[in-house]
T-cell receptor, first 113, second 116 residues
């Protein structure tokens, strides 16, 4: 079965600094990969997704992620963090038919002024 | 397009009562719907997968007699928490999958259940 690891439970960055959130997956084949953001008490918002093709994926709110097959990773990046980016971030993986999505434990992002 | 709604957005009930949560795909037909549970400060855990007109498939450890899932149409799935207890208090999120090349899942806004 596939699994997702987000090594960082909590990350604090200063506003304007760059951000990288790590995500590693374990799966026999190339899965579909996703990043979601969740504000307290809210539902999930899709930031970006990778199905196939270009391994550098652009998302909303200035986020991007790069799929690296050799490292089984799909790290999320943003060049300059805004205070409004403070939230919980979830990486998710699904097999080719998208029928068995699994989420990482999440990384909580705090933004310092 | 691809909007999924849930109703209610929050519900408070007494222990021992049953609660029904609806999940609707508003602008597409969902061949498959999924139910997730999220405890405070934790990740989403898949509870069950349902296909229209079929019995739901439950994940290991999820009691199918306690969490009744009905997927009667291509736009509606319901989750009924029977004889709810305080430990069932959680955030329940559904998603709907639109058939296509990628069968992408679209998530609802979630339902906060509090059992007193």
């Amino acid at each position: 079965a596939q699994s997702v690891t987000q090594p960082d439970i909590h990350i604090t960055v200063s506003e304007g600094a760059s951000l990288e959130l790590r995500c590693n997956y374990s799966y026999g084949a190339t899965p579909y990969l996703f990043w979601y953001v969740q504000s307290p008490g809210q539902g999930l918002q899709l930031l970006l997704k990778y199905f196939s093709g270009d391994t550098l994926v652009q998302g909303i709110k200035g986020f991007e992620a790069e799929f690296k097959r050799s490292q089984s990773s799909f790290n999320l990046r943003k060049p300059s963090v805004h205070w409004s980016d403070a939230a919980e971030y979830f990486c998710a993986v699904a097999p080719y038919n998208n029928n068995d999505m699994r989420f990482g434990a999440g990384t909580r992002l705090t933004v310092k002024p | 397009g691809a909007v999924v709604s849930q109703h209610p957005s929050w519900v408070i009930c007494k222990s021992g009562t049953s609660v029904k949560i609806e999940c609707r795909s508003l602008d597409f037909q969902a061949t498959t719907m999924f139910w997730y549970r999220q405890f405070p400060k934790q990740s989403l855990m898949l509870m069950a997968t349902s296909n229209e007109g079929s019995k739901a498939t439950y994940e290991q450890g999820v009691e199918k007699d306690k969490f009744l899932i009905n997927h009667a149409s291509l736009t509606l799935s319901t989750l009924t928490v029977t004889s709810a207890h305080p430990e069932d208090s959680s955030f329940y999120i559904c998603s709907a999958s639109r058939s296509g090349i990628y069968n992408e899942q679209f998530f609802g806004p979630g339902t906060r259940l509090t059992v007193l």
